[in-house]
């Protein structure tokens, strides 16, 4: 399997999340998560994660949601999403972007994805 990343996945999500954790130990711990959940969409691209449901970004794409720490407290939600989709045909696995979830702030990670142009 082939992945793209959405180029500004790399120029803007990450050192968006690393500015918001404030201590490399944390942005570090944060990078092995992402990676682990990139692995297990590819495992299972079609069946891992859940599609998104609102526009514009629905139907195309699903969500992986994760957390941010290796070790969560016990009934902690995941604060974490990676939003991506998956060409069946290309068998292509296009990152379309991460962020935290942050609901009803001008920060949330589907507030910054939505106006992001789609791959």
Known sequence: MRRVD???FFDMDLPRIESEFQNEERFVEFLFCLDKAIHEIMRDPANEGAPLVRPPLAPTYRKKKFH????????VKADMRL????DTEHDVLYV???GIRK???????????????QI
């Not at 941010?68 to 009934?75: A, E, I, M, R, Y």
């Not at 939003?83 to 998956?86: E, K, N, P, Q, S």
């Not at 609901?103 to 142009?117: G, W």
């Open 83 to 86: 939003v991506y989709r998956y």
């Open 6 to 8: 959405h180029e500004k």
């Open 96 to 98: 379309f972007g991460v």
């Open 68 to 75: 941010s720490v290796l070790t969560p407290k016990h009934g």
């Open 103 to 117: 609901p009803h702030a001008s920060e949330d990670v589907y507030e910054i994805l939505n106006p992001r142009d």
